[in-house]
């Protein structure tokens, strides 16, 4: 999933960017309100962290004009704790969650795991489709019932594509949503993933778990 992190606070941003990250997303960051929001309206993130008190243009007035524009993306709306006034403020613009600084990391993956389940209908931390089971909480795989090691990367490709089961996912699609705007995917690079994961799943038929779409893309199906 592709994350935009909005915040000016270095000693923040960095652990932040750098553990979400580790975990598999893909992070664009700005510390400018104006810089913000033009990413926001331009790329099709899966969720936005948003700190209030921004340089140029503030968190509130981002909410509100990314709503107005009709972005559904989920906002994670940053706050210091004591401005209770904004937090309120931050949920009437259309934030669907808020952070109370200082928090910790793990309370912020849980928020932003769960927000994205949310905006994917998926309520539970497990999508199960056929004999594929993820558990995006710990981030693991089991097919046919035994654990299956990815790396990150085929990992966030695997779930963004069991998150849209049942619909084609288009290579550009992957390339939006799987990597940041400084690491974007090169030609054939997502062709390569998908074919190691297919591999690890079922080495024996590689369209057991994900079909292609000739000319379009990829589909899990139950």
């Known amino acids: 999933m592709r994350i935009l992190l909005v915040e000016d606070d270095e000693n923040l941003v960095w652990p932040v960017k750098t553990g979400l990250e580790e975990s598999g997303y893909a992070v664009d960051w700005t510390g400018d309100g104006i810089t913000g ?40 709306m940053l706050t210091a704790r004591h401005r209770e006034d904004d937090r309120v403020k931050g949920l009437d613009c259309g934030a669907d969650d808020y952070l109370i600084k200082p928090f910790s990391y793990p309370e ?40 299956i090691p990815f790396t990150s990367k085929e990992y966030a490709i695997l779930e963004y594509l069991a998150f849209n089961h049942g619909g084609v996912v288009t290579r550009e ?50």
């Open 108 to 147: 912020l993956q849980a928020r932003v795991r769960a927000l994205i389940r949310r905006s994917k209908n998926h309520r539970s931390p497990r999508i199960t489709i056929g004999d594929l089971t993820i558990d995006t909480t710990s981030k693991t795989v089991y097919y046919l019932g035994s654990e």
């Open 37 to 76: 929001k033009k990413m926001a309206l331009a790329n099709p993130y899966d969720l936005i962290i948003l700190d209030i008190m921004l340089p140029g243009l503030d968190g509130l007035s981002i909410c509100k004009a990314l709503r107005q524009d009709g972005k559904e993306t989920p906002i994670l």
């Open 173 to 222: 699609m992957l390339q939006e949503h799987v990597w940041d705007c400084e690491r974007g995917a090169f030609s054939n690079v997502v062709d390569v993933m998908i074919s190691r994961i297919r591999r690890k799943l079922d080495p024996k038929d590689k369209e057991a778990v994900i079909k292609t779409v000739k000319g379009l893309g990829y589909v899990v199906k139950n």
